[in-house]
């Protein structure tokens, strides 16, 4: 961990005054804060760049964890769903992260602006990395930060901030892939609209030829690339979206077959397999642990 973060996160120690998630008027900008260690969570993370600055998380990310240490960075291009928890937490020294939000419109807007001497060659590249976080981003996260004690600042200088960050990101180790999933009918951008589309019809039945012809691919193309940028084929996704979504139901007090039938299941018992194979217990303990 550098300075610049260590400085950042004791900023933050005394900006925020509780557990949880803190938004900020800035409204691409968020703060994360545990105080204590927790058990696994499901969550679909948004396209999102995030800056782990005190305390350790440990992270599933393509079948092996990961843990997400102070002075790196995670940036997610892509909803994907992650399982994580907090490792290293306490009253004292609680996880804190920062979460900047993508704009994928921004970006792809910033992108066509740049000239193309100035863009690195792109190839196929994963939806979700972890790298350490360079001074440079966390000098725009800090002037991010000092802009809520001037509160009138903030309509004139975060627009600006906010495309320094893009602009940051796209020319740093994360811009391959945000460039990829940006250039209008690379393959990733295919399966990013992909995604897009599950995203928004996970409950429903999807044919992955229907799919495939929706974002103008080859079913063996789709699949393909689907998995490089997800390590999952299309309906592995969709599964994983629907199991995440209902989980929160379930832990919110839903009953389970009501929750699974929400979500587009058709059998209670093909729900159970299913929810058990991707978090390791039942839904019935779930929902008895909340």
């Known amino acids: ?37 927790t058990h696994c969570d499901s969550n679909i993370y948004k396209p999102s760049f995030i800056v782990t600055l005190q305390g350790l998380k440990s992270l599933y990310l393509y079948g092996t964890q990961q843990t997400f240490s102070p002075g790196e960075s995670l940036i997610t291009s892509i909803d994907i769903p992650i399982q994580s928890y907090i490792v290293e937490a306490s009253i004292q020294q609680p996880y804190l992260c920062a979460i900047f939000e993508l704009n994928m419109s921004m970006v792809a807007q910033l992108m066509s602006e740049l000239d193309s001497g100035s863009q690195r060659h792109c190839s196929e590249s994963k939806g979700v990395m972890i790298v350490p976080v360079s001074d440079t981003l966390i000098d725009v996260m800090k002037r991010m930060v000092d802009l809520l004690d001037n509160p009138n600042d903030i309509p004139v200088l975060y627009p600006m901030l906010e495309r320094e960050m893009i602009y940051r990101l796209l020319m740093g180790e994360h811009g391959e892939m945000l460039r990829q999933l940006c250039t209008f009918d690379s393959s990733s951008n295919k399966v990013m609209r992909a995604i897009q589309y599950l995203n928004e019809n996970y409950k429903k039945t999807v044919r992955v030829d229907s799919l495939a012809s929706r974002v103008n691919m080859s079913v063996s193309s789709l699949h393909q690339h689907f998995k490089a940028v997800t390590l999952l084929t299309p309906l592995q996704y969709q599964k994983q979206l629907r199991l995440y979504e209902a989980r929160k139901m379930i832990m919110q007090g839903m009953e389970i077959s009501s929750a699974a039938f929400q979500v587009g299941y058709e059998s209670a018992s093909h729900f159970s397999r299913d929810y058990n194979r991707t978090f390791g217990t039942s839904p019935s303990r779930d929902r008895e642990a909340h």
């Open 1 to 37: 961990m550098t300075e610049m973060t260590g400085k950042l996160a004791e900023k933050l120690m005394c900006l925020i005054d509780r557990d949880g998630l803190y938004p900020t008027s800035m409204k691409s900008l968020s703060f994360f804060k545990v105080s204590a260690p």
